[in-house]
T-cell receptor, first 115, second 114 residues
Framework: AQSVTQLGSHVSVSEGALVLLRCNYS??????LFWYVQYPNQGLQLLLK??????LVKGINGFEAEFKKSETSFHLTKPSAHMSDAAEYFC?????????????FGSGTRLSIRP | KAGVTQTPRYLIKTRGQQVTLSCSPI?????VSWYQQTPGQGLQFLFE???????NKGNFPGRFSGRQFSNSRSEMNVSTLELGDSALYLC?????????????FGNGTRLTVT
């Protein structure tokens, strides 16, 4: 079974600083990988996804993630944090095979932005 | 285009009761997935429906069930409620089965079991 591990349940950065949220996955097949964001009292919103092709994926709101097969990682970055980025971020992977439609989520990383 | 609509938004039930949650997907979307979100367990996959058929199921007891109608709307039912069923239940729709199209989430139904 596939799994995803997010390192750090809470990350705090200053406004304007680099944002780095870490995600490692385990997958026995080429993975479909996703990052979602959840604002308080709302559902999740897709930030970006990796399926095949270019390993650097650009998403909405200035976020990007790089797929590194050798490191089984899919870390999320943003060059300059904004106050509006404060939210919870989830990395996710498709289960694959006959269970491909089952999307497994990590435990989430809460991002705080200091003024 | 309207997003995913979940009703009701909040629900309070008593142990032993049953509950039905509703999800209307984005128009044209044919797949609906359900998740349970709790502070301790995070997001747990419940099931996924496509073309009125359950295609995948998570590791939940049989008290959790669901269905999908011909218009792609979906319901999930929890019978014999337990205190541990208190959670935010999220529905997500996608154009075709994930992961070939991304999940679009509703704002959830917050269920409190007392």
């Amino acid at each position: 079974a596939q799994s995803v591990t997010q390192l750090g349940s809470h990350v705090s950065v200053s406004e304007g600083a680099l944002v780095l949220l870490r995600c490692n996955y385990s997958s026995s097949v080429p993975p479909y990988l996703f990052w979602y964001v959840q604002y308080p009292n709302q559902g999740l919103q897709l930030l970006l996804k990796y399926t095949t092709g270019a390993t650097l994926v650009k998403g909405i709101n200035g976020f990007e993630a790089e797929f590194k097969k050798s490191e089984t990682s899919f870390h999320l970055t943003k060059p300059s944090a904004h106050m509006s980025d404060a939210a919870e971020y989830f990395c996710a992977v498709s289960e694959g095979g006959s269970s491909a439609s089952k999307i497994i989520f990590g435990s989430g990383t809460r991002l705080s932005i200091r003024p | 285009k309207a997003g995913v609509t979940q009703t009701p938004r909040y629900l309070i039930k008593t142990r032993g009761q049953q509950v039905t949650l509703s999800c209307s997907p984005i128009s044209g979307h044919r797949s609906v997935s359900w998740y349970q979100q709790t502070p301790g367990q995070g997001l747990q996959f419940l099931f996924e429906y496509f073309s009125e058929t359950q295609r995948n199921k998570g590791n939940f007891p049989g008290r959790f069930s669901g269905r999908q109608f011909s218009n792609s709307r979906s319901e999930m039912n929890v019978s014999t409620l337990e205190l541990g069923d208190s959670a935010l239940y999220l529905c997500a729709s996608s154009l075709v089965q994930p992961p070939n199209s991304p999940l679009h989430f509703g704002n959830g139904t917050r269920l409190t079991v007392t």
